[in-house]
């Protein structure tokens, strides 16, 4: 395995104080998003999927406890806690992979479809998609690591060491459903999305009322549903960008017979944990609101009792 043995990687205290300062970060960012949703003007479909990023932006910071004691080479924890934790690492992953999805076809959606996504994209249905694509990720990532849930360190050859192996065809079944088919999904819809906003941004600025879409919709799109689609696209993007490393080191693995060090497996997997770390940066540079939440919570305004009907926006 990769951390096959008990031997500090380079670099450790730097990663420990990083991590810290992550897990710091996410918990009140964590914090934050709940408690914006107690406003009633935060409850909209987009911000639900915002939600269930946020959760798995959470689950990244706990799970850098155990990513720690990997980097410093040795698991301390047992067979089974080590099967739990890759587990709820597959399950955050796609997770997270499927949140993107959703946001891409939400913003598809009400940039070129903008006259019936009231009706398309209510927040029940919403919270349904939330639902399913947890459970349908929790559910995944059981049959990916079938027989390593049933019968934890089955894998592993030596003390110290916490590896789970799939077979070849499971690792390439899931580099096409986690990476390669949602990627292309989320490049089409917002290459889509983009040529609609282009031509949206040019109407407004030369004052026109309406423009006939990519879509063949003729109505106007509102400009806050512009800026979600650029928020959200920076948030798609940088996500991608620390996800390719990660999905390309599991190409190096799953087709070559090479071996990869320690280093540099901890390297693109803080990466790809890292992102999390971003998406809360963005959020506070692009939305009011979220800087908004910030200010109630350090002055704990939001321990009011009318702070549900509190203007945010």
């Known amino acids: 395995g990769i951390y096959g043995h008990c031997s500090a990687a380079p670099g450790q205290h730097f990663v420990e104080i990083s991590a810290t300062v992550l897990k710091s970060l ?15 003007q935060l409850h909209t479909p987009t911000n639900f999927f915002v939600l269930s990023l946020a959760v798995s932006d ?3 910071g706990l799970l850098m406890f155990f990513q720690i004691m990997l980097i410093d080479g040795c698991w301390l924890l047992g067979n089974l806690m ?17 949140t993107m999805v959703l946001i ?44 390593n849930l049933e019968q934890p360190g089955r894998h592993i050859s030596c003390s110290g ?30 290459m889509r999305v983009f040529v609609v906003a282009v031509s949206q941004a040019r109407a407004m600025r030369s004052h026109i009322a309406t423009v006939t879409l990519q879509c063949s919709v003729s109505v106007t799109v509102k400009k806050s549903e512009l800026k979600a689609a650029l928020t959200l696209g920076v948030v798609v993007v940088v996500f991608l ?13 799953t087709t070559q017979d090479t071996s990869i060090s320690a280093s540099s497996a901890a390297s693109v997997i803080c990466l790809f944990y890292f992102n999390s770390c971003l998406n809360p940066v963005i959020y506070a540079f692009f939305y009011p609101w979220f800087r908004k939440c910030v200010k109630a919570i350090v002055t704990l305004q939001i321990l009011q009792p009318d702070s549900s009907e509190a203007n945010i926006l």
């Not at 996410?26 to 009633?40: K, N, P």
């Not at 799939?166 to 819809?189: E, K, Q, T």
């Not at 960008?241 to 693995?253: D, E, N, Q």
Request: with cysteine; charged share 10%.
């Open 82 to 98: 080590c099967v739990v934790y890759q587990y709820l690492s597959y399950i955050i992953t796609s997770a997270s992979v499927g």
């Open 104 to 147: 891409c076809v939400d913003r598809y959606v009400a940039i070129c479809d903008p006259l019936h996504y009231p009706t398309k994209v209510t927040q029940k249905r919403v919270q349904v998609y939330v639902c399913l694509c947890w459970t349908c990720s929790v559910i995944y990532s059981g049959l990916l690591l079938k027989d």
């Open 241 to 253: 960008i620390c996800l390719c490393p990660y999905y390309t080191f599991i190409v190096i693995l």
């Open 161 to 190: 060491e916490c590896v789970v192996v799939g077979n070849y065809i499971a690792g390439v079944a899931d580099l096409v459903l986690s990476f390669i088919g949602p990627v292309i999904v989320i490049i089409f819809l917002y």
């Open 26 to 40: 996410l918990v009140s960012y964590m914090i934050c998003v709940f408690l914006a949703f107690l406003s009633r």
């Open 58 to 60: 959470f689950f990244v």
